[in-house]
Nanobody, 124 residues
């Protein structure tokens, strides 16, 4: 599976931005799809994910502001980010992993497929 992320940019605090992730080869229906982000000098961190049943999970820092969406028929996922804050500035990565028993999809070490990353910069 190859993932293509897009939609990053420079915005002001309080603005909204929508990131998109497209898979070049299908099978989102049996994958956990998520987003991670990595700020300069920091570790790659979990942001949000959606699994094969449609259940969603969010990092505490983005709960209530970010929404992860998935369109299985088009093998696309999106991350709607509202009320952005300067601390949301990072490179955002789309991620996908097949359904795996015992996997921790919030841990980047469990992720099998990565998109190339898209930069989000939030100015104060």
């Amino acid at each position: 599976v190859q993932l293509q992320a897009s939609g990053g940019g420079l915005v002001q605090a309080g603005d909204s931005l929508r990131l998109s992730c497209a898979a070049t080869r299908g099978a989102f229906s049996n994958y956990n799809v998520g987003w991670f982000r990595q700020a300069p000098g920091k570790e790659r961190m979990f942001v949000a994910s959606i699994n094969w049943t449609g259940s969603t999970y969010y990092a505490d820092a983005v709960k209530g502001r970010f929404t992860i969406l998935r369109d299985i028929s088009k093998d696309r996922a999106a991350l709607q980010m509202n009320n952005l804050k300067p601390e949301d500035t990072a490179v955002y990565y789309c991620a996908a992993t097949e359904r795996t028993i015992g996997a921790d999809y919030t841990n980047y070490q469990w992720i099998k497929y990565w998109g190339q990353g898209t930069l989000v910069t939030v100015s104060s």
